[in-house]
Structure formats: C-alpha cells, structure tokens
C-alpha cells in the first residue's frame, strides 16, 4: 500500500503533485504506526526485556501473581500488571505505563521473591523507562 513506486500512496502523491504544480506532498503513517515505528528505531530493547521479564515473572506464576496482587492490596493499590504480549503491540503502552507507575513496589516485591531488578536503582534506566511510557501512551 505504501510501494516506493506502485503503491496507494505513491500514485496519490503524483497525482496531487501533478493537481498542484509539483509541490512537494508530505505523506504521514497514522499515529498507532509511527509509535510502533518509534519504538523498533529507537532500539530501547534494554528496557523491554527488563519490563517483559519482570512482568512475565509476575504474572506468568499462579502464586507470584496471588502474592504480587496481596503485597499491593497491603500498599491500597487496588490494580495489579496488566498481561504484555507481542501479538497486540498495542499492550505495550499499557504495560510501561503500569510498570512505571508501580517501579517501587515492582522493586520491594522482586527483591522480597529474591530476584532483585537491579535496572530500577540506575537513574538513566528510568529515564528511558519515563521515555519509553511517554511515546507509548
């Protein structure tokens, strides 16, 4: 749909440019797209994977889930993790967006089952953490 040469939007850049005089058209993916683009380019893997694992840990484990949702309803957090999967992308921003937000307790709880998520102590972690929750959501 987006052939350098043949696709639908090629063909209606040259025609709109051939209506205009040859003025340059500017073609945009949609906004789901150019986040999901985003996100491939800027190559933050190193936060991804320490987001996935983590959140995999947590929830993939019948007990650890039990335990991560009591720990949280102990702290008047009444919302655990929600499910990150790579078919729906779209899960992504969601899951970061949560993640971020309970970094702290994410922290005390993975320390507590010993297996300590020691990228949550280093600040440019976090920032890129911070980064990758504003351009997902």
Request: with cysteine.
């Amino acid at each position: 749909m987006v052939g350098r040469k043949a696709g639908v939007a090629t063909k209606f850049r040259d025609k709109v440019q051939t209506a205009n005089g040859g003025q340059e058209f500017w073609a945009f993916h949609c906004i789901l797209h150019q986040e999901a683009l985003c996100c491939k380019t800027l190559q933050m893997d190193h936060v991804m994977s320490v987001v996935v694992k983590t959140v995999n840990f947590i929830r993939a484990r019948g007990l650890n889930h039990r335990q991560f949702d009591s720990f949280l309803s102990d702290h008047d957090i009444h919302a655990g993790l929600p499910y990150h999967t790579d078919v729906r992308w779209l899960s992504r921003g969601a899951v970061l967006k949560r993640f971020f937000e309970l970094r702290g307790e994410i922290g005390q709880f993975m320390e507590k089952k010993g297996r300590p998520v020691k990228e949550l102590q280093r600040k440019e972690w976090v920032q890129d953490l911070a980064f990758m929750v504003d351009i997902t959501t």
